[in-house]
């Protein structure tokens, strides 16, 4: 039952095929291979994996059900009496670990964390009111004023729940909170829509989550409202229709969104509302958005971006000033707009099967996500600046904790990202050890990969089975930091392999036992910043692959502040098998000076001492 409901969900809502809950075609390329699908297998992502389903979960479990109030607040909205403790939109969290839940029993069923789960899911029942409001906030404030103030998070709160119904009926077939879902998504649109009271969302998020009920459900009812809520933007409803100060650009609420140019505001809500965009435009097929988040896109990657893939250089707003004005020290980088650049650049990719949104992808996912969590799989940030004195530290939990279960639901589908299929291709976007079982076709497929990525660019791919030879080519990414590789097919080395979009396209007929080698040249790379964003001016930083580079105090045999790099700077790369759970480390020497550089996501696990991302430059 589980495998039905997770590929009907892929074939809905990615790719141009119809299926009998929506009847619609996508106006997506590519569709990925579900990570219900793929089982990850190599040294690096494998034990993060078990780490997450073994440590990650039970602290968020422990901090919603003993350390914090977030799981009291469901029984006693229940009830209908007792306060409510935390912050208004702290029901979220707990909607985000049930989601994480839900992707960890996909692929490892578990009894008593199933048990678990069903035990909040009939909190939740029972925490919802006759009309089908569910809040806890409003429940145990006053009824009487909900829906007056549009930056109290109800529809965020809303959207998270549907997202984690979704998947926690996907997962298993059980339909008890999905129906808790629908009941408050229809009381939601019994009060907002065409003809009806106007609403603009302050945070985003129930958009992509309405356009996944819609794909469960096809109900095409639910798509209108979620493009119903992004055509409201830009129109002076925010301002007018609530209490409380609102700041147009904070809420990305000062034009139409098919208008919008440049990004603004607070980061993670502007992923949310871009990944709305995205998901609404696959059915509707609205070019408009599309060209819109090309724009935005530009204006992101290009001038609003650190080199970990961060976005969002401000405390003030958790988001953005002006172009180029990326801080090391002050820099927020919230772990959860990271993850919703992995969001939005994997619907990028779908739309047009360019290599440059992955690369993107890839740059968030293993510098500013992956640093958003301990080794340990214990301990969170919330900020991830790219240089500290010391003082920075991950915690065990935050009262606004909106990180750590945005991590304990982005980890356990990691696997979404690897692959995908399109009517004329398979596509493999990461390179993660991994074995695949899909469809091409209504051909069966079954991949394996094998490779030690992101320490070294050795990759094997092999086809372990088909049900009948596999016309369609096979699409290999070449990783945009990569200047040289060679592939070779069954022995034989490909000399001029095209390129299209930065993917590798080699044609042929693919049957059980063939096998493709994939050599990327991972040289460490001395990397300028551009020279409009001031505080790297005279500073250069260090990547190799898709990994950002670090010095701790801790590895260094200088003067902290004396740390530099030049042009006659000399690197060593060695793998330490017993340094933070296993890392390639970068020495930098210059005559009888030399520094040790690790990377970006590991550093704060050892003791308290300074980094920094970006180092001095002598010699320009």
């Known amino acids: 039952m589980k495998r039905f409901f997770i ?104 009894p008593d964390l199933e048990r678990k789960a069903d035990e909040w899911i009939d909190k939740f029942a029972a925490a919802q009111r006759s009309d089908g409001y569910i809040n806890t906030f409003y429940t145990l404030t006053g009824l009487e004023k909900r829906w007056r103030n549009m930056d109290k998070h109800e529809m965020y709160c809303a959207g998270h729940m549907t997202e984690a119904a979704v998947a926690y009926y996907q997962a298993t077939g059980k339909r008890k909170l999905l129906d808790v879902a629908i009941r408050m998504v229809d009381h939601m649109m019994s009060l907002f829509g065409p003809g009806k009271r106007h609403w603009v969302p302050g945070h985003e998020e129930i958009e992509l989550a309405l356009v996944k009920l819609y794909t469960v459900t096809g109900e095409e009812k639910y798509l209108d409202f979620a493009n119903w809520l992004l055509e409201e933007r830009g129109h002076g409803h925010g301002s007018k229709g609530g209490e409380g100060a609102w700041n147009t650009l904070y809420y990305q609420d000062d034009k139409p969104v098919r208008e919008m140019t440049d990004i603004a505001g607070h980061a993670v809500r502007a992923m949310y509302l871009y990944c709305g965009m995205a998901d609404v435009a696959a059915f509707k097929r609205d070019t408009g958005y599309i060209d819109a988040m090309h724009r935005l896109w530009d204006d992101v990657v290009l001038r609003n971006m650190y080199v ?25 980088c919230e772990t959860c707009a990271s993850v919703g650049m992995v969001y939005w650049n994997w619907r990028m990719n779908q739309f047009t099967g360019d290599s440059k949104y992955i690369d993107i992808l890839e740059r968030a996912m293993y510098n500013g996500a992956l640093a958003g969590i301990s080794l340990k799989g214990d301990m969170f940030f919330y900020v991830n600046p790219l240089a500290s004195k010391g003082n920075h530290h991950r915690q065990a939990w935050y009262g606004c904790a909106c990180c750590p279960s945005q991590i304990s639901r982005f980890l356990p589908s990691v696997g979404n990202y690897i692959y995908g299929v399109s009517s004329d291709a398979v596509w493999v976007h990461l390179y993660i050890g991994s074995v695949a079982e899909f469809e091409v076709n209504k051909k069966s497929v079954k991949l394996r990969q094998e490779t030690g990525y992101p320490w070294d660019g050795a990759v094997t791919l092999t086809v372990e089975s088909v049900s009948s030879p596999l016309k369609e080519s096979i699409r290999l990414r070449t990783p945009g930091w990569c200047k040289s590789y060679t592939i070779i097919v069954n022995g034989e080395t490909i000399a001029s392999p095209v390129v299209e979009k930065g993917y590798v396209v080699l044609n042929r007929k693919w049957n059980a036992g063939d096998r493709i080698t994939v050599a990327f040249d991972m040289p460490v790379e001395v990397v300028a910043a551009d020279a409009r964003v001031k505080e790297d001016l005279g500073k250069r930083a260090i990547q190799r692959g898709p990994l950002v580079y670090c010095v701790e105090e801790a590895d260094s045999n200088e003067a902290f502040d004396q740390i530099a790099l030049s042009p006659e700077t000399m690197f060593r790369v060695e793998f330490q098998p017993s340094l933070l759970n296993g890392v390639t480390t970068v020495t930098a020497k210059r005559g009888d000076r030399s520094f040790t550089l690790i990377p970006y996501y590991a550093w704060d696990n050892r003791e308290a001492g300074e980094m920094k991302v970006w180092l001095d430059y002598e010699g320009e």
Not at 23 to 35: E, N
Not at 308 to 332: K, M, Q, R, V
Request: contains cysteine.
């Open 7 to 110: 590929i009907t969900f892929i074939c809905a809502i990615f790719v141009g095929c119809k299926t009998e809950q929506t009847g619609k075609q996508s106006f997506r390329m590519i569709a990925p291979v579900d990570f219900s699908h793929v089982k990850i297998t190599d040294n690096f992502w494998a034990p993060r994996l078990h780490s997450h389903a073994t440590t990650t979960l039970a602290v968020c479990i422990d901090q919603i059900e003993n350390q914090t109030g977030r799981i009291r607040n469901f029984e006693n909205a229940a009830k209908g009496e007792g306060e409510h403790s935390g912050i208004f939109f702290d029901d979220s969290d707990v909607y985000k670990a049930l989601e994480g839940i839900a992707y960890t029993l996909a692929n490892h069923p578990d």
């Open 308 to 332: 970990t893939g961060g976005i969002g250089s401000s405390h003030h707003n958790e988001g953005f000033t002006e172009d180029y004005d990326l801080p090391n020290y002050e820099a927020y």
